[in-house]
């Protein structure tokens, strides 16, 4: 990303403090910002600190005169090799849905021939709301990329979501688009799981587990970003969905393996989900009372499908390349070995999951690399983006027909 230029437009929400971090950890990675204010997102931060930090004058006023003769709007637009929406309010997703063009941010966005990304911010009803919904679906229809937002508690005391994605997230979407483009997956596709499976009880309770998603998440933005067609299969997660991935909601371990057979075929599947290994044999339509003296209620649980196993074992359609991942506490190779065999998948990578190894929901991945043809591999220990990048290599050269055989 060295030496490229973002256009960073700053729209007016509470997020926008979060600008001044990006900018920074853009910098740091040899990111230049040139920055412009919407009027409301000069409320916010002021274009004092935008230009300090940024080290170039801040733009708010489309009719600045000064400014038109120093540069003019179009070529604002168009010198930056990105053009970045942080905090996207649902005004400015509405004006650039409509094509809108009353104020500096709005003309630029008209006028600009870059790519551009989008990162919503907003009260989690508006963000729900069918207006908005719509304008989403037009923007991204108009070819405009989003990261986020993220579920979680709001500025205004609400929860859900709405929150603009964070800083290192920006980034990650920006490098993706910016990336000199290693189309090695071009022309193939490939279906990754991710997160957690939630298993209904009765209408407001389930069984699941801590999965954040993480790192199928990367597995899938990375996949994308070397040219394959990628659908992502996941549970609910907090992670936001990735650039160029078409991602599919999923709840429960029946659903993802619905939603896993119809991306069908694909070159490759990584199943990266921590899918629950049961479910209640029985949802209760009606949520389980309490009743006296009854004690609690007996669960009974049945086995869900082995996505993995599933895919691995088909007749038709078998994905050319199918990748699991096994989490162990203890005697890892030979457990994930065992588990490599049992489930029938050419690639495993093991991961202890021993308390105190941080893994589970963590930001770094110890993998042990296992092919079924008896390779075996100690990785470092990486983040989660850089386990996604040395798997996608590998896929990539084992696609092409090179080595990796173990
Ligand atoms: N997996 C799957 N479907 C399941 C269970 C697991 O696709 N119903 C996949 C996971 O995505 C992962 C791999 O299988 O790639 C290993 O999952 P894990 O839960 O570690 O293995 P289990 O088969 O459940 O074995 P155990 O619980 O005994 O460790």
């Given amino acids: 990303m060295a030496g490229k230029r973002v256009l960073l437009i700053v729209g007016g929400g509470i997020a926008a403090y979060k600008c001044l971090e990006l900018i920074r950890r853009g910098q740091e990675r040899g990111l230049a910002f040139r920055c412009v204010l919407t009027a409301s997102g000069a409320q916010f931060v002021t274009p004092l600190s935008l230009a300090s930090l940024s080290g170039d004058k801040a733009f708010t006023d489309l009719f600045s005169l000064t400014d038109e ?25 509405a004006k650039m849905a409509a094509g809108m063009a009353d104020d500096l941010a709005t003309t630029l966005l008209l006028a600009t021939d870059k790519p551009v990304l989008i990162a919503p911010a907003m009260n989690p009803r508006m963000w729900g709301h069918p207006a908005t ?20 508690d709001m500025a205004c005391h609400e929860t859900g979501s709405g929150r603009m994605a964070e800083p290192h997230e920006i980034l990650g979407a920006i490098e993706a688009l910016l990336a000199p483009a290693d189309r090695s997956l071009a022309g193939r596709r490939a279906v990754v799981t ?37 659908t992502l299969v996941s549970g609910p997660v907090r992670e936001p969905e990735p650039v160029g991935v078409r991602t599919v909601h999923v709840e429960s371990a029946l659903d993802m393996l619905s939603a896993v057979e119809a991306a069908l075929p694909v070159d490759v599947a990584v199943c990266a989900a921590a899918v629950a290994d049961w479910r209640p044999a029985a949802v209760t339509r009606r949520k389980l009372k309490k009743e006296e003296g009854a004690g609690p209620p007996a669960l009974e649980l049945v086995e869900n499908p082995d996505i993995l196993r599933t895919l691995a074992r088909r007749d038709t359609h078998r994905p050319e390349l199918v990748i699991g991942f096994a989490a162990e506490t203890g005697d890892l190779e030979a457990k994930a070995r065992a588990k490599l065999a049992r489930k029938g998948c050419d690639w495993m990578l093991a991961n202890d999951v021993s308390p105190g190894t941080g893994v589970f929901g963590g930001a770094s991945n110890r993998v042990l690399f296992l092919t079924v043809e008896g390779g075996s591999e100690r ?13 996608v290599a590998r896929i990539a050269a084992r696609l092409r027909g090179e080595g990796d055989r173990g």
């Avoid at 679906?137 to 979680?152: C, F, H, I, Q, T």
């Avoid at 309770?205 to 199928?216: A, P, T």
């Fill in 69 to 93: 003769a120093e540069i003019g709007h179009i070529r604002l637009s168009r010198e930056a090799d990105l053009v970045v929406v942080a905090p996207a309010t649902a005004d400015l997703m």
């Fill in 133 to 152: 919904v719509r304008n989403l679906a037009r923007l991204r229809a108009d070819g405009v990329r989003v990261v986020g937002p993220n579920p979680g």
């Fill in 194 to 230: 991710s997160g957690p499976t939630r298993e209904a009880i009765d209408p407001v309770r389930y069984l699941s587990n801590h999965s954040s998603g993480r790192q199928g998440h990367a597995i899938a933005r990375t996949l994308a970003e070397a040219g394959a067609e990628v």
């Fill in 379 to 391: 990785w470092p220990e990486l983040d989660k983006g850089e386990v996604a990048r040395r798997l």
